[in-house]
């Protein structure tokens, strides 16, 4: 990701925590921690340098000063600031690398001004990256102006990007098996499904959409791949923004690969209850249309739960990992 100039500060912010003069005890410890952090997390310059004044007005010479002492070759300021431009790289071409359908919808540059503002206002508190898009789409509902025209699309492809997280590392249970069936009493049989599996009511056909970019890039790669100087792959396609369609998606792995899958919204139904822990007679009665419900929907849903048991989506059941 090629670095871009951050926006002007508009706003002061809580007063930075000063480190102390000494290091007596963890306490000690423990702020001049929180103090380094406090500067390392300041917004960089327009120029990617960092700042001389905080966003609440000190001097950040004074504070890095604190912090780091000079030595022959880099001043304290010069020290920190390799630590803040490394904070700011780093997380930002994060977001860059897990989010490829809000940067093809939004452009690298609104793109960049959408992530700066996501993190300088929730920053992260993981210890890995892998969490940081966790509440970018809750960021984008509540602060739609990054967004605006396509907030919704957003708001969709920000859900569906970090759902791909999800699934690729999460962890899968025990299948659901003949045996487990034979001992059940059908009545108050519950399934479990896979805690990987993520399944989502969509506005837009952002599954489409993202296929048609990975198509693209690959296209792409292939196509200047032996030419001599040509860009890196992995550029904006010309990939038509989707149009609002809502459908149902499940994202899941099969394979050690992530797939997604289009779900009648039955099916839908059906899957979000057995998740919610519903016995399989409640979760298919909520499920299927009513006033419809003998027009060949016995033939579908055996298709259904065959295909479902195929992928492995079906689990033995524990009712402390199971999401409502």
């Known amino acids: 990701m090629t670095a871009q100039p951050t926006p002007p500060l ?8 000063l480190a102390p003069e000494k290091l007596r005890h963890q306490g000690d410890l423990t702020a001049l921690q929180r103090a380094m952090e406090s500067l390392i997390r300041q917004p960089l310059t327009p ?5 001389r004044r905080t966003t609440d007005g000190r001097r950040t010479a004074a504070l890095a000063a604190a912090i780091a002492k000079p030595n022959d070759r880099l001043t304290s300021f010069a ?5 803040n431009r490394s904070y700011w790289f780093r997380v930002l071409d994060s977001l860059h690398e897990d989010c490829p359908g809000l940067r093809a919808v939004l452009g690298d540059r609104k793109f960049l001004r959408l992530a700066q503002e996501f993190l300088l206002k929730r920053p992260s508190h993981y210890w890995t990256l892998r969490d940081l898009p966790e509440r ?10 990054w967004t605006k025209p396509h907030t919704a699309l957003c708001h969709d492809l920000a859900r569906f990007e970090w759902a791909q997280v999800e699934v690729y590392d999460t962890a899968a249970r025990p299948l659901f098996t003949l045996d487990d069936l034979r001992a059940a009493n059908p009545a108050r049989l519950r399934l479990g499904l896979q805690p990987y599996l993520q399944l989502l009511e969509l506005s837009y ?16 790669r292939h196509d200047t791949s032996s030419v001599p100087g040509a860009p890196p792959a992995g550029g904006k396609c010309p990939v038509p923004r989707p149009r ?16 997604f899958k289009r779900l009648d919204p039955a099916a839908y139904r059906i899957l979000r209850a057995l998740r919610a822990g519903r016995p399989l007679a409640t979760a298919l009665a909520a499920g299927l249309p009513r006033g419809r419900r003998s027009a060949g929907w016995p033939e ?10 195929e992928l492995g989506w079906c689990c033995r059941r524990d ?4 999401k409502t």
């Open 10 to 17: 508009r706003r002061r912010q809580k007063p930075a925590p």
């Open 47 to 51: 120029t990617n340098r960092m700042r």
């Open 79 to 83: 020290r920190i600031e390799i630590y």
């Open 136 to 145: 970018l789409a809750d960021f984008i509902r509540a602060e739609p102006r």
């Open 205 to 220: 056909p952002v599954d489409e959409f993202i296929l048609a970019l990975r198509r693209g890039e690959n296209l792409l």
């Open 244 to 259: 609002p369609q809502r459908c149902c998606v499940a994202i899941h792995r099969h394979g050690g690969k992530i797939y």
């Open 300 to 309: 579908k849903i055996q298709d259904w739960f065959k295909t479902w048991m």
């Open 319 to 322: 009712s402390r990992s199971e």
